[in-house]
């Protein structure tokens, strides 16, 4: 069973650099790696996508080694309004996408 | 352009009752996932459409739990007999092509319910 693992919850404070990283111990060849942050009372919303090496975005990098069994989502100079839950769901032995207990940050003045 | 919506955003139904929760995907994807998510915890996975076919409903947690897409665009999400183990956030999410594990999956805002 695919299984998805990442910290339970992570503090920082506005303006640092933030890293979560996540294990992908059994994904498949052909799958991509996706992170997504949710807000409260809120669906969960993409935030970048990778297959391998490093991906950039308006809003976090993505770094996949090449036996793509972690990535690292990192977000540069946070803010307040960062503070979300963070998913890197992973898709199950059925297909399925297992979502995990994600990692909540929490930005801090 | 229009995402994902849901109706209604809120739910409070007595125990026993049945509920309608429905799901207005983005215009022209195929692929259409229902979530459930407890607080606290991340969505979990109850079934899966492309187009009008329901491909995948392993994770209805039992035969209460009816869905269905006849015209391969709005989904409706039925719980029967409602108990209050089913009170979560039900999330509906779409993806344009057949793929939802290549795909970014859009979210709706969530119906959250409530069983008294």
């Known amino acids: 069973l695919a299984k998805t693992t990442q910290p339970i919850s992570m503090d920082s404070y506005e303006g640092q650099e933030v890293n979560i990283t996540c294990s992908h111990n059994n994904i498949a060849t052909n799958d991509y790696i996706t992170w997504y942050q949710q807000f409260p009372s809120q669906g969960p919303r993409f935030i970048i996508q990778g297959y391998k090496t490093k991906v950039t975005n308006e809003v976090a990098s993505l770094f996949i080694p090449a036996d793509r069994k972690s990535s690292t989502l990192s977000l540069p100079r946070v803010s307040l309004s960062d503070t979300a839950v963070y998913y890197c769901?992973?898709?199950?032995?059925?297909?399925?996408?297992?979502w995990g207990l994600g990692t909540s940050l929490a930005v801090n003045p | 352009g229009a995402g994902v919506s849901q109706s209604p955003r809120y739910k409070v139904a007595k125990r026993g009752q049945d509920v309608a929760l429905r799901c207005d995907p983005i215009s022209g994807h195929v692929s259409l996932f229902w979530y459930q998510q407890a607080l606290g915890q991340g969505p979990e996975f109850l079934t899966y459409?492309?187009?009008?076919?329901?491909?995948?409903k392993s994770g209805l947690p039992s035969d209460r739990f009816f869905a269905e897409r006849p015209e391969g665009s709005v989904s409706t999400l039925k719980i029967q007999r409602t108990q209050q183990e089913d009170s979560a956030v039900y999330l509906c999410a779409s993806s344009l092509q057949r793929d939802p594990f290549q795909e970014t999956q859009y979210f709706g805002p969530g119906t959250r319910l409530l069983v008294l």
């Open positions: 769901p992973n898709a199950g032995n059925n297909r399925k996408l297992i």
């Open positions: 459409f492309q187009n009008e076919a329901q491909l995948d």
